[in-house]
């Protein structure tokens, strides 16, 4: 295992809600990103954070937002949710300065009905 | 934004036989990552390649990085039924990670 969870498991919401999906990483790691895996497909990265800041964005609107705390810890909140957001959210925690190595977490199940 | 092609998108072999995928990017990329994706998993990396002309091995599993530095392959060698999943390559630039679309290995025993 890599060390690094989130939460929940599996979430099931309806569109237009929002939602907010966890993340704790890996002791020493001080930086997370996070993905959206469709199923059948490669993830798609939506941001990194770095020292509690937004430091690289993929292709996705403003309502995909993270925050990322002084524990390392971080949430990704999605607003306003639409069917299309159905899909696997990982996280991935690895260390600024060392290989572009990433540890993924089991990742969040998403569904929007 | 950057973009790498993963072929083939599936494929399936018997036990024993090599598998090979490709990545293939039509600009040079400053490095190159391989992850693993076994069913109902999360990626798990595998190695990462900087070098033009780079081969490093892992048991079954050659790496190689093109010497343009526009493509790269994993080669596994014997395949075994543990090898099944989905393997991704992927680059990092300009503080984006970037994952192929994967090629998805079915080994029958």
């Known amino acids: 295992e890599t060390g690094v969870t989130q939460s929940p498991t599996h979430l099931i919401k309806t569109r237009g809600q929002q939602v907010t999906l966890r993340c704790s990483s890996q002791s020493g790691h001080n930086t997370v990103s996070w993905y959206q895996q469709a199923l059948g497909q490669g993830p798609q990265f939506i941001f990194q954070y770095y020292r509690e800041e937004e430091n690289g964005r993929g292709n996705f609107p403003p309502r995909f937002s993270g925050l990322q705390f002084p524990n390392y810890s971080s949430e990704l909140n999605v607003n306003a949710l639409e069917l299309d957001d159905s899909a696997l959210y990982l996280c991935?925690?690895?260390?600024?300065?060392?290989?572009?190595?990433?540890?993924f977490g089991p990742g969040t199940r998403l569904t929007v009905l | 934004g950057q973009q790498v092609m993963q072929i083939p998108q599936y494929q399936h072999v018997q036990e024993g036989e090599d598998f090979t995928t490709y990545c293939n990017s039509s600009t040079t990329l400053s490095n190159i990552q391989w992850y693993k994706q076994r069913p109902g998993g999360h990626p798990v990396f595998l190695i990462q390649l900087v070098k033009s002309g780079e081969v490093k091995k892992q048991k079954r599993l050659t790496f190689q990085f093109g010497e343009a530095k526009k493509n790269s392959s994993l080669h596994i060698t014997a395949t075994q039924t543990t090898d099944v999943g989905t393997y991704f390559c992927s680059l990092y630039n300009f503080n984006k990670f970037y994952f192929g679309s994967g090629t998805k290995l079915n080994v029958k025993p």
């Open positions: 991935a925690s690895s260390r600024r300065g060392s290989s572009n190595e990433q540890f």
